[in-house]
């Protein structure tokens, strides 16, 4: 088997006259024994024989079996490994980049930056968590959870850990969100908060509840994706924003471009937002604002012009952030949803500006209007399979998961059939038919029947 130990103190063969072993130029200087030619693992030098037989041991069947780990290149520090190794090597869109470089920059780094890989442990993890949920909502731990798991397996696949201490480790767990059952509006509510809008936002509500789009989805709408005639809406881009407030357009989420049903009152006011407001043309880059560097990047990123349904009274494209915070937030606050919790006042030269502060309330931002329209359409007993297509789910065990609680009776068939089947009392005969319905599987024959034996058992 490959590998063994030199003795650096001492040379290799023996003097002929003396038929001792001469000491070397590096006697008395650094560890003693190396361990040495194992392939595909560097050399390492220890102060004692038996620790360098048993390293060599335990080195040599890890090679074969391709586990060798090398403890040293775990000894990296995690925030080098990230800047250096990771985050470089990553090639994801600035919608999921962004996000994503916050979270470890502000909730995994400053904690956990001056921690080698290899004394990341259970320890180190429990104590981060516990600190972790004190600062972010359960739902947005796990997010960031899973971007420490994802850095720690590559890690792996480097050669640098053994194993992932956040999946090896049985007394930590990744945070765990309260399950919360997607909420969705009652008409009222949706007209109120309609209402609160200025004239030109109030579409939005509109296309929020009657074809299920996300935000950016809704805000990167082109009246050319209306096909009237056919009473259809090809949803095919999103409207997005860099880190550095860069706008651009991208495919939906996942890719999922998809094809919705309009209906025909949902048309019909569709055509009359446009007459009021046309819609404006909007050129920007596709799936990165950044400037392209090659031509492959300039073929990638090459700028569409779309007719955007939404607009601002300026003629501009949306902000979703601006639009958020000057335009949803008050609507929902005039109709009753949201309170105004204080005052923020900006000076601009002699100018004087205050602007209200509202609670923050996940649940009802933009996203609710998707909430809404998976409910009504599955309230009105549309296939699951249908409204998964149309709301660009990657299946409809997803929707399930998000709004099996809309659908029609649930838990009320089951209840009815169950108290059917106590409905009559056992009969009295011998030989009682049992109360099966008529396609189960399991339904007796008689014994006389032609072809059936009768078992013994």
């Not at 696949?157 to 053994?162: E, M």
Request: hydrophobic share 35%.
């Amino acid at each position: 088997m490959a590998g063994y130990i030199e003795d650096r103190w001492l040379k290799k063969k023996a003097n002929k006259d003396t038929g001792k072993r001469e000491r070397t130029a590096l006697w008395g200087k650094g560890k003693r024994y190396r361990v040495k030619g194992i392939p595909g693992v560097r050399d390492r030098s220890f102060d004692t024989s038996e620790d360098a037989k048993q390293w060599l041991a335990n080195a040599q069947t890890d090679a074969t079996r391709g586990e060798f780990v090398d403890p040293r290149d775990g000894a990296i520090p995690l925030t080098e490994y990230v800047e250096k190794h990771w985050w470089p090597s990553r090639s994801d869109e600035p919608s999921t980049a962004a996000p994503m470089r916050s979270k470890i920059w502000n909730h995994i780094i400053p904690f956990l930056g001056e921690t080698a890989l290899r004394d990341i442990d259970a320890a180190a993890l429990r104590t981060w968590k516990a600190q972790l949920l004190t600062r972010v909502e359960a739902s947005t731990a796990q997010v960031i959870w899973i971007h420490l798991s994802t850095i720690l397996e590559a890690a792996v696949d480097d050669g640098r850990l053994v194993k992932n201490p956040c999946r090896a480790r049985r007394t930590v767990k990744a945070p765990k969100p309260a399950k919360r059952k997607a909420k969705a509006w009652a008409r009222a509510t949706v007209e109120a908060v309609r209402a609160g809008l200025q004239e030109r936002y109030r579409i939005a509500v509109d296309l929020g509840v009657g074809l299920g789009p996300r935000q950016g989805e809704a805000f990167g709408l082109g009246e050319e994706d209306f096909d009237f005639d056919a009473g259809v809406v090809h949803i095919r881009r999103q409207l997005r924003w860099d880190s550095k407030g860069r706008p651009y357009f991208c495919p939906p989420k996942g890719g999922k471009t998809r094809t919705v049903p309009v209906s025909p009152n949902l048309a019909e006011r569709v055509q009359n937002h446009l007459r009021h407001f046309p819609s404006v043309a909007c050129t920007l880059p596709w799936r990165n604002p950044e400037p392209p560097t090659t031509e492959l990047e300039a073929r990638q990123r090459k700028p569409i012009t779309v007719r955007l349904i939404l607009s601002t009274s300026q003629g501009n494209r949306i902000n979703y952030s601006r639009w958020n915070k000057q335009s949803w937030r008050p609507a929902l606050a005039a109709a009753g949803i949201l309170k105004k919790i204080g005052e923020k006042v900006r000076t601009c030269g002699s100018r004087t500006r205050r602007y209200p502060i509202y609670e923050l309330s996940r649940a009802d931002m933009f996203h609710v209007l998707r909430h809404t329209y998976a409910s009504t359409q599955l309230e009105a007993g549309e296939s699951i399979v249908s409204v998964s297509e149309w709301l660009g789910h990657a299946s409809p065990q997803t929707t399930l998961k998000h709004y099996a609680h809309f659908m029609p009776g649930a838990g009320k068939r089951g209840l009815a059939a169950m108290d059917a089947w106590f409905d009559q009392e056992p009969s009295s005969s011998q030989d009682p038919q049992p109360n099966v319905p008529e396609k189960s599987l399991g339904v007796p024959q008689a014994p006389n029947e032609p072809g059936i034996r009768r078992s013994g058992r």
